[in-house]
């Protein structure tokens, strides 16, 4: 909301300073958000008169003026403008005045080997517009020395406040300056408004063409016809007025409504009363209807929407823009003024589904005064009358613009409530009644009814906020919360934590966080096991955005490729994200994910080799990632995957049994690789946090097992002939069962098929650590321990020792 001082001063009669002004408005909730003030950015400039010139001696284009200021001597000014002649008045800048457009500060300087000691200045220059031909011509009445804002009368400063969405009274320059009256800053200065007289009845007639249960929607509308008018220009002060505020002027009767808008906060409307065919129709729209607005726009229409329509069709949007057919301009001799009340709720909603933004949507979604909407068009006839002529017909009504306001039973003991301080309750009446509010005391309560610009107040609330904002919220004392004497408990849950955890874990490894869209296509989501029509948008904002995704997995993918088609071809990506499994309230599910593309360690560089990301690559990842969320991988089982988004053979799935799986790594398989269009080798993986359990909160009474011994550890290494399907984990399991007691570790050092082997075999190489616990071992004793080995893996894979 923009308005100039002097606008404010139309209905504020005070001797406040304009600081003083500013420091109200944001004390009182009318926050001021800047303040522009011309006469401060051109406090310099004065008026000055060229006297003499001469052209300069060192350059065609430059001549070498006397300029007379009004003060001593004339001064001599080096100018390059083509129009600068003797006897010229313009604008004179003297060393040391900051140059608004070019951005620096004048000083004395010799051009071309001449002095010069200031500077006429161009419209440009000053930023009062974007002529750039020459200097500044002023009348020959104009005053030298005097100081060119305040001569040109552009040095009315414009303050724009911000409104919160309550105060739609304050969108108006007459309700900004009404709140300034009750915070003690003035008085209200006389509104001058008088009534015209009709002398005609209008001829054209409202018609109300809506439901008993959409009347809500309409409660009121007024027009009024006035002819003859000459619609020319308005008023130079009108038009000034506007452009201050961003606005452009266009014709007086236009001019005239948006004047009434910015001041007193009521829209209105006006139509070529030559052609509106027939009489007004208020009513919902067709389907299929559509309108060109005034900003030249086609808007098509639905069933919720209300319009004003004559008998050729939709001529303007309810509350928000007429329509280009009907709108007034330079040939309008017949005018029809427009006063209405509408829904506030369906305005809001026609607005969004349009997307329309106009000053009278703005006033209409948040509320506007009722009880001004017949005054309101009173005084746009007053103005059109005195502006351009005419004459006017009496008013045509229907519907009221009366509403009952509830009055609100208040107990004064809710200001301590609420706001925590006491303020006596005749003080708090006198600020209410400064802000209009009728208070009926009661002696421990009262009845306080809203005045009719105020329709945001509805609960006690409302009325302690009024009472504060003039009372002060500097004069509230600050009180600090009390001390407390316990440890302050956490207030991150488990997963909140695991997501922190896994986020800095993998930042560690060398990963660079992404965040995708929780949105897939659905050919990505159904490659990766999603799809399902319950987890379809229905109305996505993209047509490749439409289903909820089943895995992280697709967004990085996305954004691998992205990245590689900008030159970064080496890559490793995270995120810690929901998925989406199924529409139920479990289905909803925080992963980890990350995936690798490219060469694997140093990359580049001279002292290492370069090769391609593999499977072992990123199941270190996930296993560090494993160890960094205290996940024990003693029952931990790496299984084959079946999963179709994964190479077979090249992937695994985490699991501590058939029933808890927490996630998968591996190769991608090459099928959906090229759905993605990337060409070369990438491996991934995903945990699902929520299915990782959660460590045991009750304290155990079983002692912890403490594996640090005096005894030197024993290595024996075993060579074993499987079956080529019989799983290296499945051996390893068998061996560390032998003796749980002293094996303390298997793994698997070699793994060979080929030559030597028999055809269908392959050899695997298994190192057991045997840690001795009490003594030292004999040598029958580590054979007999051997010899276990070798019979567990037989019994249980049919492994043979090499």
């Not at 008169?49 to 001064?75: F, M, S």
Request: glycine share 8%; with cysteine.
């Amino acid at each position: 909301m923009k308005f100039t001082l002097s606008w404010l001063k139309d209905h504020l009669h005070t001797s406040a300073s304009l600081a003083e002004i500013v420091e109200t408005l944001t004390r009182i909730g009318l926050e001021v958000e800047h303040v522009h003030d011309p006469s401060a950015q051109l406090k310099e400039f004065t008026i000055g008169q060229i006297v003499e010139t001469q052209q300069h001696p060192n350059a065609d284009r430059l001549r070498v003026c006397k300029v007379d200021i009004g003060v001593g001597d004339a001064l001599q000014v080096v100018c390059g403008a083509p129009n600068a002649r003797e006897g010229l008045k313009t604008v004179f800048a003297p060393p040391g005045a900051y140059i608004p457009a070019k951005k620096i500060t004048l000083g004395k300087g010799i051009i071309r080997g001449v002095e010069s000691l200031g500077m006429l200045c161009s419209a440009e220059e000053l930023e009062l517009s974007d002529d750039h031909d020459g200097i500044i011509e002023l009348p020959k009445d104009a005053p030298i020395g005097v100081a060119y804002a305040q001569w040109a009368g552009i040095d009315d400063p414009i303050i724009e406040i911000n409104l919160t969405p309550n105060r739609a009274d304050a969108a108006g320059v007459f309700g900004v300056a009404r709140d300034l009256v009750a915070a003690g800053l003035g008085a209200m200065a006389p509104s001058e408004t008088s009534t015209p007289t009709g002398n005609f009845p209008c001829p054209i007639k409202i018609n109300l063409d809506l439901e008993d249960r959409d009347r809500h929607l309409a409660p009121f509308f007024g027009l009024r016809l006035i002819k003859g008018v000459t619609n020319g220009s308005s008023p130079a002060w009108l038009q000034h007025r506007l452009r201050a505020i961003g606005l452009r002027p266009i014709n007086a009767l236009v001019d005239i409504t948006n004047y009434i808008t910015f001041d007193r906060s009521r829209p209105l409307h006006v139509f070529d009363a030559k052609k509106i065919h027939g009489d007004i129709t208020i009513r919902l729209a067709h389907a299929g209807e559509t309108i060109v607005g005034l900003d030249g726009k086609t808007y098509h229409l639905d069933e919720t929407m209300v319009v004003i329509s004559d008998d050729s069709g939709v001529q303007s949007i309810a509350g928000i823009m007429g329509g280009a057919a009907s709108g007034c301009d330079e040939t309008t001799t017949d005018v029809l003024i427009e006063t209405a009340l509408w829904d506030p709720e369906n305005i809001a909603r026609t607005g969004r589904k349009l997307n329309i933004a106009t000053d009278a949507r703005y006033r209409f979604e948040r509320g506007v005064d009722p009880s001004f909407a017949i005054p309101g068009i009173e005084l746009a006839t007053q103005m059109a009358l005195t502006t351009c002529g005419g004459e006017a017909s009496t008013l045509c009504i229907s519907g009221s613009s009366h509403r009952n306001i509830k009055a609100i039973d208040f107990p004064w003991n809710e200001i301590r409530r609420l706001a925590g301080i006491d303020i006596a309750p005749q003080q708090a009446s006198i600020f209410l009644n400064r802000l209009g509010f009728d208070v009926q005391d009661n002696g421990l309560e009262a009845k306080i009814t809203a005045p009719s610009w105020r329709q945001d107040i509805a609960s006690k609330a409302d009325i302690v906020e009024e009472i504060i904002r003039l009372y002060g919220v500097d004069n509230i004392n600050s009180t600090p919360l009390p001390r407390t004497e316990n440890i302050t408990t956490p207030i991150l849950t488990l997963i909140q934590k695991r997501a922190r955890i896994c986020r800095r874990a993998l930042a560690a490894q060398g990963f660079v966080e992404a965040i995708t869209w929780s949105f897939i296509s659905n050919e990505h989501a159904v490659a990766f096991g999603g799809g399902q029509a319950a987890l379809k948008l229905l109305n996505p904002i993209a047509a490749d955005l439409s289903d909820m995704r089943p895995s992280l997995l697709p967004g990085l993918l996305s954004a691998s490729h992205r990245n590689a088609a900008r030159g970064l071809s080496d890559q490793a990506l995270f995120e810690v994200g929901q998925i989406f499994i199924n529409a139920s309230q479990n289905g909803q599910l925080l992963a980890a994910a990350g995936i690798r593309r490219g060469r694997s360690g140093a990359g580049r560089d001279w002292s290492c080799p370069e090769k391609s990301v593999t499977i072992f690559d990123i199941k270190s990842d996930v296993m560090t990632l494993l160890q960094a969320l205290g996940v024990s991988t003693t029952g931990l089982q790496i299984t084959p995957c079946e999963l179709d988004w994964l190479h077979p053979g090249r992937s695994a799935t985490l699991q501590f049994g058939p029933k808890a799986t927490l996630g998968y790594f591996g190769e991608l398989h090459p099928r959906l690789l090229k759905d993605f269009d990337i060409d070369q080798a990438v491996v991934a993986f995903e945990l699902v946090l929520d299915n990782i359990p959660a460590p045991k909160n009750k304290l155990t009474k079983i002692k912890p097992k403490l594996d640090l011994c005096d005894l030197q550890p024993l290595t024996r290494d075993f060579a074993f002939l499987v079956d080529s399907a019989t799983r290296a984990g499945d051996l390893l399991k068998a061996v560390s069962s032998a003796d749980r007691t002293l094996i303390t570790q298997a793994s698997i050092f070699d793994l060979y098929e080929g030559a030597g082997v028999p055809e269908g075999k392959k050899s695997i190489g298994v190192s057991v650590v045997i840690q001795p616990r009490e003594r030292t071992l004999t040598d029958i004793e580590i054979d007999t321990i051997s010899q276990a080995i070798i019979l567990e893996a037989n019994k249980k894979t049919g492994a043979t020792l090499r």
